[in-house]
């Protein structure tokens, strides 16, 4: 089993839908990560959190939320979808000595029409 | 502006033949990491560098972290084609918000039989 999930893997929807994104992992890790990847971009941080109680913005967040629902799940939201947010999405983890994504899930393509 | 520029952006070679990536920026960082990347997978945490100069080898691969810790090189030792896939250098700027990793657009290797 992967250490690191995320479902939906592939997800196509409309402009205006609200979207969720989960992400669960067995690391047993504290820390938790979003991320969007485009071609061309690179990877591009969306939020984090450190543990259950702290959530934290990354360089995109503008348009996202994300709940921290147990140190196992962070999910992410898009509560109305835009077709510039079509994107492939990681989840990622890391241990407490590290503050760096370790462990990366393996995305969910999403697509807004 | 790219805060972390790798180059070359696509390298494509034969079997056997050594080669070298790189990760160049103006800013200092605190750390420096090496992901990579196959499709349809997440990327894979490779090395952490951390001290200017530190060289860090791993099996064929050989990573680099210079001196002002601006910059940081992978070298890769007769190419196998499993070795294919998009290498990604990432780090936290000295001073930067901790959890905030800044990634380059990657380089894209392809190592053929």
């Known amino acids: 089993d992967a250490d690191v999930t995320q479902t939906p893997r592939n997800r196509i929807t409309k402009t205006g839908k609200r979207i969720m994104l989960e992400c669960s992992q067995t690391?047993?890790?504290?820390?938790m990560y979003w991320y969007r990847q485009d071609p061309g971009l690179g990877l591009r941080l969306i939020y984090y959190s450190f543990d259950v109680k702290d959530i934290n913005k990354g360089e995109i967040s503008d348009g996202y939320s994300v709940s921290r629902q147990a140190q196992a799940k962070f999910s992410l939201s898009l509560e109305s979808a835009i077709p510039n947010q079509t994107a492939l999405y990681f989840c990622?983890?890391?241990?407490?000595?590290?503050?760096?994504?370790?462990?990366f899930g393996d995305g969910t393509r999403l697509s807004i029409l | 502006t790219q805060l972390l520029e790798q180059s070359p952006q696509f390298l494509s070679i034969q079997e056997g033949e050594n080669l070298t990536v790189y990760c160049n920026s103006s800013s200092v960082f605190s750390s420096l990491q090496w992901y990579r990347q196959e499709p349809g997978e997440g990327p894979v945490l490779l090395v952490t560098?951390?001290?200017?100069?530190e060289v860090k080898k791993l099996k064929r691969l050989t990573f680099q972290f210079g001196d002002a810790r601006k910059d940081s090189s992978l070298h890769i030792t007769a190419a196998q084609p499993g070795d294919t896939g998009l290498y990604l250098c990432a780090g936290v700027r000295r001073g930067g918000s901790q959890g905030n990793l800044i990634f380059g657009k990657g380089t894209k290797l392809s190592v053929k039989p």
């Open positions: 560098v951390v001290t200017g100069g």
């Open positions: 990622a983890t890391s241990d407490r000595v590290s503050n760096q994504p370790q462990h």
């Open positions: 690391k047993g890790h504290d820390r």
